[in-house]
T-cell receptor
Framework: GAVVSQHPSWVICKSGTSVKIECRSL??????MFWYRQFPKQSLMLMAT?????????EQGVEKDKFLINHASLTLSTLTVTSAHPEDSSFYIC?????????????FGDGTRLSIL | GDSVTQMEGPVTLSEEAFLTINCTYT??????LFWYVQYPGEGLQLLLK?????DKGSNKGFEATYRKETTSFHLEKGSVQVSDSAVYFC????????????FGKGTKLTVNP
């Protein structure tokens, strides 16, 4: 079945560092990718939606200059957390959806646990 | 806006017990409905889905029926196993998969031997 690979799975870094998270669709063309954030014991909140070749659409309250999203190809989207601070520590999950079958659901990556010291 | 409400957890059951996790939704159109499962430290896996009223989604012994009249999509399993311990999320999408998913808060299930 469809597989979405997310990397890295765990990152720990110092405050002020920028961190890049990759999301790849391995066996289908992902025309749309979604980035979610999950706080401990809470649900997933959509941060942004990105379509290949166009600018991401951010949800209300999400800082687009803080969370840079690039979707340059049909198999890769990246989320860069710029100048990360401890409050950015969270579990980030991407999902991907491919054009061609409107009934197919999104496929999720395994998530990235980001810890800012 | 669209929203999903699911029963608060945590839920603790003994092996072979019957499971029900309630889920209701509010949506402006006719959404597709999903149940996702998240095992500790992992991402989400699609458990089952239904795209229109009266559809029944099923997988791995789990079932849920899309009830338009009660705007519900309750998850059931007749006999749970220890390996079913996870967090379960009910979700909806207005375009099947091409639009964002709106999630419930999740219900943590623990099954004891």
């Amino acid at each position: 079945g469809a597989v979405v690979s997310q990397h890295p799975s765990w990152v720990i870094c110092k405050s002020g560092t920028s961190v890049k998270i990759e999301c790849r669709s391995l066996d289908f063309q992902a025309t749309t990718m979604f980035w979610y954030r999950q706080f401990p014991k809470q649900s997933l909140m959509l941060m942004a939606t990105s379509n290949e070749g166009s600018k991401a659409t951010y949800e209300q309250g999400v800082e687009k200059d803080k969370f840079l999203i690039n979707h340059a190809s049909l198999t890769l989207s990246t989320l860069t957390v710029t100048s990360a601070h401890p409050e950015d520590s969270s579990f980030y999950i991407c999902s991907a959806w491919g054009r061609g079958n409107s009934n197919q659901p999104q496929h999720f990556g395994d998530g990235t646990r980001l810890s800012i010291l | 806006g669209d929203s999903v409400t699911q029963m608060e957890g945590p839920v603790t059951l003994s092996e072979e017990a019957f499971l029900t996790i309630n889920c209701t939704y509010t949506a402006t159109g006719y959404p597709s409905l999903f149940w996702y499962v998240q095992y500790p430290g992992e991402g989400l896996q699609l458990l089952l889905k239904a795209t229109k009223a009266d559809d029944k989604g099923s997988n791995k012994g789990f079932e849920a029926t899309y009830r338009k009249e009660t705007t519900s999509f309750h998850l059931e399993k007749g006999s749970v196993q220890v390996s079913d311990s996870a967090v379960y999320f009910c979700a909806l999408s207005n375009q099947g998969g091409s639009e964002k998913l709106v999630f419930g808060k999740g219900t943590k299930l623990t099954v004891n031997p």
